[in-house]
């Protein structure tokens, strides 16, 4: 499968259901409500980060809108979602939790400078 950035096309996932998968991952991050956040992580964070939150069981794969953005991985905890896009000294997190008690605890976890 490939995506169409405005670099041409990149080879995105191997499989269909692999994009299926990102893609209500990312419906279900960037969704309506207040329980969404962004920052750029320090590197400093990134133990933390590896530290609390699962890696998902899915393929890096490029993002769509840069190479410069890639690789995008997904990082999970009970009740928070978490999607680092970039490598690791210029990479930005989206963070997402269940409550807003879950979002607040992925920012102390976290701390970083939050958009949101």
């Not at 499989?15 to 969404?36: D, H, I, P, Q």
Request: proline share 9%.
């Amino acid at each position: 499968m490939v995506v169409e950035s405005h670099e041409g096309w990149i080879p995105f996932l191997d499989r269909m259901s692999l994009a299926w998968v990102e893609l209500v991952l990312s419906e279900s991050l960037f969704g309506a409500g207040s329980l969404y956040d962004a920052c750029e992580l320090p590197d400093t964070l990134m133990p933390n980060l590896h530290a609390r939150y699962a890696r998902v069981d899915l393929p890096d794969h490029p993002m769509w809108a840069s190479k410069d953005d890639s690789p995008v991985r997904w990082y999970a905890a009970p009740g928070r979602l978490i999607r680092r896009d970039g490598i690791e000294d210029q990479s930005w997190i989206h963070a997402r939790g269940r409550t807003p008690a879950d979002l607040e605890t992925i920012r102390a976890e976290l701390p970083g400078p939050w958009v949101c």
